[in-house]
Every structure is written in structure tokens, then in C-alpha cells.
């Protein structure tokens, strides 16, 4: 390939990125470029991204059943399932960026199946130790890492998306607030759109969720919207990016790919009990440090912006 055609290819693919700055590096050398590919193949297809979400669900729901077994090799068939869902996952939201069909009800699905997924993975894992004999312990500790997991994971999704709303020129880009969804939510009707309603419901609950975590950044973005009506200063904008940025690496430890990663090394040594301590203690070591450190920031920033 010519480095003309190259370049070219690289762009295209970096135009179906959330934002570089976000993306880790799995997803930048392997997950996004992987994921261009099946956009392209899908949008051949004309599939919805909605039905590449399902499909991803669905091989990540299959992958959490195989790691029942006690079996190497349906474990590592599962391995390769959970990174096929993964791949999936992120070609649904390139897909919806290569067709321009982002929506807030894509948005809300992604986070459903995402959901189930580990869902899926971690009640096969409590199955696999309870029918082995161990103490019904393992389901408390499976049930708190799975709390902390979710709240872990709400957590770095709120400030990636803050991130982005903050720095690039996208301002609004994917950014929802509990009072804007309680608004929408309440005008729809059960008995009309009980589906749109259902999934509403659901994210209007993980969002309160994000702002209850981080009550000073919930301020920040309130604020920043009365005064700049989304158009962000570019002072604000470099301010941000420079306190901010050096967090998102911390932050990307707690997504999807480090817990892969863990699991998949807990699987080969047939100890994946081990993962749910990896949630309680490091994740969440880490996932307090973080929250001391963007609140700390967020008001920071809010003492900025309050005489203005």
C-alpha cells in the first residue's frame, strides 16, 4: 500500500474513533482497527448498529457461560468469544459513526449489553466454585465485586465522556444529564412507547448514578452550559485537557480490557476466583484515588469559573 493510500486509510479509521485521546492502547492497534473492518463489512450488510450490539451481547453472553467449565479449552474457546464481543463492541459504534447513525437509543443498548455480558461472566464464575463445593461466601464476593465493577465502570465512562465534551469541538457530543432524560422520560407513556420508555428508565437510573459519584464535575458541566451555552472557550478547553489528561491512562485501567486481560491469566491457572479480589481491592483502591483526584479538579475549575 502506498503511503499516500495509507494515510488515507488511517484517517478514515480515526474518524470512527470516539476520540484518540480516550482510547487505549489495545483499542488504538488492535479493537478499532479490527473494528473498521467488520463497520465496513456490516454497513455492506445494512445491518443497524443496534443488531451488531445484540450480536456482540450475545457472543459475550455465551463466552461468560464457558467459563463454567473446568476445561481449559472451553475456557479458551470462551477467551476467543470475549474478544470477538469485544471487537463487536466497539464496530457498533464505529459502524454508527461511518453510517452517521449515533443515537441516544444506541447509546443505551451498548450499556445493556455491556451489562449482561458480565453479568453472564460473573454468575458462571460463582456457578463454577458453588458446584465445586465452595462456601456460599462466594456469592457475597462475587456480588460486591460486581457492584464495584459497575460502579467502577459508570465512573470512567462519566469522565470519558466529560473528557470529550470538554476538548474536542464535538461540545454536547453524547453528554446527558439526569434532569434532561427525566424530562424526556416523563413524555413518553407506557401504554405508547413501552420500549423507549424501558430503556430510558434504565439510563436515566445509570446516570444518576455517574452524578452521584462525581457531584462537583455534575456542577462543573451545569455551569459550564449556563455560561457558554456549549460553546467552550478555548482557555477552559486547554485548561481542562491539561488537568485531565494525565488521568485518562488510570482511568482506562478501569475498562473492559485490563479485566479481560486478568481473566484470561486466571483462567490458564484455573484460579479465577482470583478476579473477584482484583476487583475489591486494587480496581477499587485505584477507583477511589481517581475520584479525589476529578472532584478535587472539578472544583478547581468551578472556583474558576464562579466570579465569572
Partial sequence: MKPDQSEALHSRVEATYKGREVEGVLDLYFYRRVGFWLAKFFAQLKMTPAAVTWLAGLCGIVAGHLYYYRDLRVNIVGMVLHVCANALDNA????????????????????????????????????????????????????????????????????RSTYLYFVTTRAGTDLDSSFVLRSDYRKLTWRHTPWQKLLLALYLNFTRQQEMLAPRLKMLRGLVGQLFHGEIPDWLRTRYRNLARPMLKWWGLLMTNIRMLVLFALLFISQPVYYFWFELIPLNLLFVYLLFRQEKMAGSLLKRLEPA
Fill in 92 to 159: 457498533d459504534g464505529q459502524l454508527a459513526r461511518l453510517t452517521h447513525r449515533e443515537s441516544r437509543e444506541g447509546r443505551i443498548i451498548d450499556s445493556i449489553a455491556d451489562h449482561l455480558v458480565f453479568v453472564s461472566i460473573y454468575v458462571h464464575l460463582t456457578l463454577r466454585y458453588l458446584f465445586e463445593g465452595s462456601s456460599p461466601a462466594i456469592c457475597l464476593l462475587a456480588l460486591a465485586a460486581g457492584v464495584s465493577h459497575a460502579l467502577q465502570g459508570a465512573a470512567a465512562d462519566y469522565y
